[in-house]
């Protein structure tokens, strides 16, 4: 993973399985506090978290044991919360089963972008205070949207779904959307990235951006810099996976 520093952290994890009969899934997370979480300065404080949990049910019910998977990483952080003082996370995942099955979950605005034939696929839903107001609003908290800003809940965090933020945890998803999506040779690369990213080239442009570069951390790496080099102020974080 190549990584730049912001506000709010993002969490990057992909897995491959082969005929495993059992699985034990790992979830990294990097947790980071801001001012307050409202996209402004850079991080005063960060820690990277690891969490096992062990899924014997992934080869039944896939998506319910991942979602399971986030819930628990939740409220680990959540319980951590003392030491870690005010910090969130969005997070993506991408779970490769048997070079054949691509199974992609995310909460927040980190984002998975599938290249088939050298077109873009979203494999991931931004999860966008403005998109689930009624829900947030069912849990008590409320969405601002101020001239010049974008919609934050409680006039504060940006996304609508996030590990940690314990302050805004009651009004706040940690469910990630889950999706599966079949892996044949049209296929070529994942891109998992932050919305420091995403913020400032579109789904196409990134893939045209590395489509030619054969080794998937130089991907990663020409990613990073075109970000920056496009001005972007928020945390840039980005892994790509190779399939050919």
Request: net charge neutral; aromatic share 6%; proline share 3%.
């Amino acid at each position: 993973m190549v990584a730049g520093v912001g506000s709010h952290f993002s969490c990057f994890h992909i897995h491959q399985l082969i005929n495993y009969v059992d699985l034990h899934l790992w979830v990294k997370v990097g947790l980071g506090s801001s001012d307050p979480d409202s996209g402004k300065g850079k991080s005063k404080m960060s820690k990277n978290i690891t969490h096992g949990f062990h899924l014997p049910d992934f080869w039944k019910e896939p998506a319910d044991a991942v979602k399971r998977a986030y819930s628990k990483t939740d409220s680990n952080i959540l319980e951590m919360s003392g030491e870690l003082g005010r910090g969130g996370s969005t997070a993506v995942t991408a779970i490769l089963v048997n070079c054949q099955k691509l199974i992609v979950a995310n909460i927040g605005d980190s984002r998975a972008v599938l290249c088939k034939k050298g077109v873009a696929k979203q494999l991931s839903v931004d999860h966008e205070p403005n998109t689930e107001h009624e829900d947030i609003k069912n849990r008590g908290g409320f969405v601002s949207n101020f001239p010049g800003d974008v919609p934050r809940v409680d006039g504060r965090l940006a996304v609508s779904r996030a590990f940690g933020d314990k302050s805004l945890k009651k009004h706040l998803s940690s469910e990630p959307f889950v999706t599966v999506e079949n892996i044949n040779d049209d296929a070529e690369f994942i891109i998992l990235a932050s919305d420091g990213l995403w913020k400032v080239m579109s789904n196409q442009e990134a893939v045209n951006c590395i489509k030619n570069i054969k080794d998937a951390r130089s991907s990663a790496k020409r990613l990073t810099e075109e970000a920056v080099n496009k001005k972007s102020t928020d945390d840039i974080s980005c892994i790509v996976v190779k399939f050919q």
